[in-house]
């Protein structure tokens, strides 16, 4: 076991090591002029030079590209050139209100998808199946950035339900900064009023971010579940005499959560990555937006910085989903 | 009543397919009594899976009984309620089946899945049924509490269907089926487990109904063979009898088609193939492979009769009284 953790965090340097090479050509070799979108167009040439000299533009790219892995070999992902500061420091304030979106959702989507999943598979071709047939195809196929839309349109504007844009409202006090996750920051200071604003605010973005995962959630339970039930393992179960809800929920579904589980970690890596959509649409204070902002600003160390690390933490993720494999099939025991 | 354990009554089970209705069981008549042991035997495809699926109350969708019933012990299957049924099949009847690596649950250790049969059949926790799970394990020859830890993929087949046959008779079950319990084995390990069988259901008096296609098995182990063709039974009696002198052109060409030890003689099959269950040739199925048909044979199928005491057959040649009283 320890020996099989190891080897995959060695795989995962490996990962992330092509992932910095192309993040980083890619964003060398787009014909587009950081120095000029910094300083504007009328920039005198000299201080354009002494920008260029002072970012390290002015070596050659091969040099630019080992300069900027030995920073990251020391945990340096280089200064922002919006914000001047460090990128880590940047990402480590940007990165809680990702998560707490993220974890929020994919709780919503398991649970959601899960049960939809068990119910069209054991009650298939009926309604509940039909409703939840319907009900994945419109998530898998709706980009988010319209489900986002028109729920705001719904929720907010015309039935006004439920708050529009940021994680609070404005004259909610946020609570003390401790994990950066509202949520959890206001349950750990007892700060209730803003959790309850935080509670209402979390909920259209992390139903727009995860519905596209409940949907394949659901399809992927169904199919998994009816596969299952039709083990001669089932049978057994039966011919033993176990009620019908003991042989699905004993029997069945720890067999056909092993390939939900797989399907849970990559969803958990997209969801980080689709969280740049959804956060620009309901002005998330979160990774993705902050990409966004460096993208139209060409702040080079900040997309690449950024890049980099949501490709950490989808690898983090699958490694977990690995070990959790292992856990809930004996014959992946490593 | 025919039989004081078991009686399966002109029992009828279609299959809905998308290549037509599969008539898999056309009127299977079958009954035994306590402690009996009865083989039924068949080509692949005849309906004794089924029959023994019927028999349990687990013809599922797309499967249907469309007529006929089952009574254990007097009581028709038919009308038990779910929870009846799943008392009977707890405590009552167990099952033993063909591959058994399969047919236990992968991430489930043995122990556990012996633990929740016993739980089962004697109402009693789980975690209450331990002792008693290592009891039946070192009864059906296994390495105990090594084996209840284990996993079923680390178990060989044999042992496999040796914790299946420990679940299996946990419940003491009034009657056991075994459907084709040895054929997934090697040779050598088939007879050790007809061994185990014998000597445990000897033991516990439990009756049993053996499915198998080989003849061999079927004849060491039964008092009683059900001989089925296409979903019918087409002749019942004792195994001496069935062996000695068969009745139905079916089993006699199936006794044919046996090889014996010591005998040169070229074996003879039966001519043409098994029916398509979809579309079954009218009357008697097996008319049209049948060395003696008569007309009637492919109007209207022959009941089951007893043509000598013990020993019932459904064939024409044997009814000439039957027919009297049909007219």
């Given at each position: 076991?320890?020996?099989?953790?190891?080897?995959?965090?060695?795989?995962?340097?490996?990962?992330?090591?092509?992932?910095?090479?192309?993040?980083?050509?890619?964003?060398?070799?787009?014909?587009?002029?950081?120095?000029?979108?910094?300083?504007?167009?009328?920039?005198?040439?000299?201080?354009?030079?002494?920008?260029?000299?002072?970012?390290?533009?002015?070596?050659?790219?091969?040099?630019?590209?080992?300069?900027?892995?030995?920073?990251?070999?020391?945990?340096?992902?280089?200064?922002?050139?919006?914000?001047?500061?460090?990128?880590?420091?940047?990402?480590?304030?940007?990165?809680?209100?990702?998560?707490?979106?993220?974890?929020?959702?994919?709780?919503?989507?398991?649970?959601?998808?899960?049960?939809?999943?068990?119910?069209?598979?054991?009650?298939?071709?009926?309604?509940?199946?039909?409703?939840?047939?319907?009900?994945?195809?419109?998530?898998?196929?709706?980009?988010?950035?319209?489900?986002?839309?028109?729920?705001?349109?719904?929720?907010?504007?015309?039935?006004?339900?439920?708050?529009?844009?940021?994680?609070?409202?404005?004259?909610?006090?946020?609570?003390?900064?401790?994990?950066?996750?509202?949520?959890?920051?206001?349950?750990?200071?007892?700060?209730?009023?803003?959790?309850?604003?935080?509670?209402?605010?979390?909920?259209?973005?992390?139903?727009?971010?995860?519905?596209?995962?409940?949907?394949?959630?659901?399809?992927?339970?169904?199919?998994?579940?009816?596969?299952?039930?039709?083990?001669?393992?089932?049978?057994?179960?039966?011919?033993?005499?176990?009620?019908?809800?003991?042989?699905?929920?004993?029997?069945?579904?720890?067999?056909?959560?092993?390939?939900?589980?797989?399907?849970?970690?990559?969803?958990?890596?997209?969801?980080?990555?689709?969280a740049v959509l959804t956060e620009t649409i309901f002005g998330w204070p979160g990774l993705g937006r902050?990409?966004?902002?460096?993208?139209?600003?060409?702040?080079?160390?900040?997309?690449?910085?950024?890049?980099?690390?949501?490709?950490?933490?989808?690898?983090?993720?699958?490694?977990?989903?690995?070990?959790?494999?292992?856990?809930?099939?004996?014959?992946?025991?490593? | 009543?025919?039989?004081?354990?078991?009686?399966?009554?002109?029992?009828?089970?279609?299959?809905?397919?998308?290549?037509?209705?599969?008539?898999?069981?056309?009127?299977?008549?079958?009954?035994?009594?306590?402690?009996?042991?009865?083989?039924?035997?068949?080509?692949?495809?005849?309906?004794?899976?089924?029959?023994?699926?019927?028999?349990?109350?687990?013809?599922?969708?797309?499967?249907?009984?469309?007529?006929?019933?089952?009574?254990?012990?007097?009581?028709?299957?038919?009308?038990?309620?779910?929870?009846?049924?799943?008392?009977?099949?707890?405590?009552?009847?167990?099952?033993?089946?063909?591959?058994?690596?399969?047919?236990?649950?992968?991430?489930?250790?043995?122990?556990?899945?012996?633990?929740?049969?016993?739980?089962?059949?004697?109402?009693?926790?789980?975690?209450?049924?331990?002792?008693?799970?290592?009891?039946?394990?070192?009864?059906?020859?296994?390495?105990?509490?090594?084996?209840?830890?284990?996993?079923?993929?680390?178990?060989?087949?044999?042992?496999?269907?040796?914790?299946?046959?420990?679940?299996?008779?946990?419940?003491?079950?009034?009657?056991?089926?075994?459907?084709?319990?040895?054929?997934?084995?090697?040779?050598?390990?088939?007879?050790q487990i007809m061994e185990l069988l014998d000597e445990l259901v000897r033991e516990m008096g439990n009756?049993?109904?053996?499915?198998?296609?080989?003849?061999?098995?079927?004849?060491?182990?039964?008092?009683?063979?059900?001989?089925?063709?296409?979903?019918?039974?087409?002749?019942?009696?004792?195994?001496?009898?069935?062996?000695?002198?068969?009745?139905?052109?079916?089993?006699?060409?199936?006794?044919?088609?046996?090889?014996?030890?010591?005998?040169?003689?070229?074996?003879?099959?039966?001519?043409?193939?098994?029916?398509?269950?979809?579309?079954?040739?009218?009357?008697?199925?097996?008319?049209?492979?049948?060395?003696?048909?008569?007309?009637?044979?492919?109007?209207?199928?022959?009941?089951?009769?007893?043509?000598?005491?013990?020993?019932?057959?459904?064939?024409?040649?044997?009814?000439?009284?039957?027919?009297?009283?049909?007219?």
């Amino acid at each position: 076991m320890g020996r099989y953790v190891l080897r995959r965090l060695l795989l995962m340097v490996l990962v992330l090591f092509g992932v910095s090479v192309i993040v980083f050509f890619i964003v060398h070799v787009i014909p587009a002029d950081p120095v000029g979108a910094l300083l504007g167009g009328n920039a005198p040439p000299q201080l354009v030079d002494q920008m260029k000299h002072q970012l390290g533009l002015d070596k050659p790219i091969w040099a630019q590209f080992g300069d900027y892995m030995l920073g990251i070999l020391h945990g340096n992902l280089g200064i922002s050139l919006k914000s001047n500061r460090p990128v880590t420091q940047d990402i480590a304030e940007y990165f809680p209100a990702t998560l707490e979106l993220a974890i929020f959702s994919i709780i919503i989507s398991v649970a959601l998808g899960v049960v939809l999943g068990i119910l069209s598979a054991v009650y298939r071709n009926s309604w509940v199946d039909h409703f939840s047939r319907i009900f994945s195809i419109l998530g898998v196929s709706m980009p988010v950035f319209w489900t986002g839309l028109i729920l705001l349109l719904i929720f907010y504007y015309i039935l006004g339900w439920l708050p529009g844009t940021g994680q609070l409202s404005l004259f909610t006090i946020p609570p003390h900064r401790i994990t950066g996750m509202l949520l959890l920051d206001s349950i750990l200071t007892g700060n209730w009023e803003a959790f309850r604003d935080g509670l209402a605010h979390i909920i259209l973005p992390a139903a727009v971010l995860g519905y596209s995962a409940t949907a394949s959630i659901a399809r992927i339970t169904r199919a998994s579940m009816l596969d299952v039930l039709r083990q001669d393992f089932i049978r057994t179960a039966k011919a033993k005499g176990l009620s019908g809800r003991v042989v699905i929920y004993r029997h069945a579904l720890k067999n056909a959560l092993i390939p939900v589980v797989t399907l849970i970690g990559l969803t958990f890596g997209s969801l980080l990555e689709g969280a740049v959509l959804t956060e620009t649409i309901f002005g998330w204070p979160g990774l993705g937006r902050y990409i966004v902002n460096a993208l139209l600003v060409l702040d080079y160390p900040a997309i690449m910085g950024g890049t980099l690390f949501i490709a950490l933490m989808y690898s983090l993720a699958n490694l977990i989903v690995d070990l959790t494999y292992a856990v809930l099939d004996p014959r992946m025991r490593i | 009543m025919r039989g004081d354990l078991l009686d399966v009554r002109e029992l009828k089970v279609v299959f809905y397919t998308y290549r037509g209705i599969i008539k898999a069981l056309n009127g299977v008549e079958l009954w035994m009594n306590h402690e009996e042991r009865l083989g039924l035997i068949g080509e692949t495809g005849c309906g004794k899976s089924v029959t023994s699926l019927s028999i349990m109350g687990l013809i599922e969708q797309p499967g249907e009984i469309i007529s006929g019933d089952v009574y254990f012990e007097g009581k028709s299957m038919q009308k038990m309620s779910m929870e009846e049924l799943h008392d009977m099949r707890g405590k009552k009847i167990s099952m033993i089946f063909q591959e058994p690596v399969s047919a236990l649950n992968p991430v489930m250790r043995i122990g556990f899945q012996v633990a929740e049969s016993i739980s089962r059949a004697k109402d009693i926790k789980i975690k209450e049924a331990y002792p008693e799970v290592l009891k039946m394990l070192e009864l059906v020859g296994l390495d105990s509490k090594r084996t209840a830890s284990l996993y079923p993929h680390e178990l060989s087949g044999g042992m496999a269907q040796r914790a299946m046959i420990a679940m299996a008779l946990s419940s003491n079950p009034k009657l056991l089926i075994a459907d084709e319990p040895t054929s997934a084995l090697d040779v050598t390990i088939q007879a050790q487990i007809m061994e185990l069988l014998d000597e445990l259901v000897r033991e516990m008096g439990n009756a049993v109904i053996l499915i198998t296609h080989d003849m061999g098995v079927a004849a060491e182990f039964c008092d009683k063979i059900a001989v089925m063709y296409a979903g019918n039974v087409v002749e019942r009696a004792s195994t001496v009898d069935i062996f000695e002198e068969p009745l139905h052109p079916y089993t006699k060409g199936l006794l044919k088609a046996v090889p014996k030890i010591g005998q040169s003689k070229e074996l003879v099959g039966i001519t043409g193939t098994v029916p398509d269950l979809v579309n079954p040739p009218t009357g008697c199925r097996f008319h049209p492979r049948c060395p003696y048909a008569m007309n009637k044979c492919s109007q209207k199928m022959p009941p089951l009769i007893e043509a000598k005491p013990g020993h019932h057959v459904a064939c024409y040649l044997y009814t000439q009284e039957g027919e009297h009283n049909a007219n």
